[in-house]
């Protein structure tokens, strides 16, 4: 009787999988890549097991490429094999978008997130990811400094003339400098934007136009140039030694430091002193900084776009985009997110807000498939203002 029963279960079960629609019963695996410090990969990895216990004919293969990224995604497209969700940016989206191999998101709703962060991860007029952050530079200092040599703390809306006196008045060489000072573009480059520079209409004019000898260019790049040539209150290279301006922020050599987010938990880690953060000077009231954006794509080639799709807009939605700014590592793109305690309430910066504040006033860099041969011309056209020439 027993091994009758048994035996009706066994057939029982078998015949209840077999009329099981197949979508209940098949795993499907969605291949996902990005790059990612440690920390970064620690909050992420349960954000993809949670996504995989809500979706459980769902398994996700984390593909981690923590070096040399672009060029792996290069040739995985390259061999056919691309992964069916990529984590980029706005810089290299259009080199993807203009060569056909990225899903168009057409039925998405991207009321909930910012448009400059929308805009940034499109191209021509077409959406094509879905966005995680907001990348823009601000002005950290160092507020101990600031009280050792009685200056005030910066205030918003405030001018590049009292940006340079205040460097000024911080400086006391060799034991701090007033402001970071670092060749890489990104770092100049609002400079230019900020004299109403840079942000030409049609960025591939640089490779036709002397674009750098542009009035606006060559005020913001003389202003930068100055404040070590002229001035003396950024370091040098020998000054600096092989230390990063991100190092010197740390060991208390620089009064104020330009960067990103992606400092703020190394700050809240290392920092052994008090420290905030400001907007960008203004030259005027049309002063604009650059905005760049990261978020996640589909390859066109996948064939699990449905569940491709389920992945991004799980990952974005507003409980994994809190998850990610608690962390202090992103700005939400997320719009909701970005209000959140997680965000501007959980330890420092106190003026988180400053971060969401100059987003209206920020321009998504100008888009081109050929944005970093333009950013490799650009320092290489520019490096020699930066230090002074020998006499003749």
Known sequence: ??????????????LLWFFMPKSAHRLITVQFASWGSESEINILKPILKDFENKNPNIKVDFMHIPQNYFQKIHLLFASNTAPD??????????????????EELKDF?????????????????K??????DISNLVIFYNKDIFDKYKVKYPHENWTFEEFLQTAIKITHRPKVFGVSF?????????????????????IDDFFKKDVLNYKANKSGIEFYSNLRNK???????????SATMGQMFLQEKLGMYLSGRWMV????????????????????????????????????????????????????NEQNSEKFAKSGLIVPANIEASKSKAFLDNQKPKNAKIFLSIIETSVPTPKSVRYNKII????KKSEYLFTPQPNP
């Open 1 to 14: 009787m027993i091994k009758k029963l048994i035996l009706c279960l066994i057939i029982g079960v078998s």
């Open 85 to 102: 969700v990529i984590f980029i940016n706005n810089q290299y989206l259009p080199i993807y978008a203009n060569a056909g191999v990225l």
């Open 109 to 125: 709703d991207f009321a909930s997130y910012y448009p400059q962060a929308v805009d940034a991860l499109s191209w021509k007029g």
């Open 127 to 132: 959406n094509y990811g879905i966005p995680r």
């Open 182 to 202: 670092d060749e890489t573009p990104l770092y100049y480059i609002p400079y230019m934007t900020s004299f109403g520079g840079w942000m030409q209409k049609d």
């Open 231 to 241: 001035y003396h209150v950024a370091p040098y290279r020998q000054e600096s030694g």
């Open 265 to 316: 938990p190394k700050l809240r880690t290392d920092a052994k002193f008090d420290w905030d953060v400001i907007e960008f000077p203004k030259v005027n009231d049309n002063s604009t900084i650059p905005l760049d954006a990261s978020g996640w794509v589909i390859s066109k080639s996948s064939k699990h776009k449905k569940e491709a799709k389920l992945l991004i807009e799980f990952l974005s």
């Open 376 to 379: 490799d011309a650009i320092k």
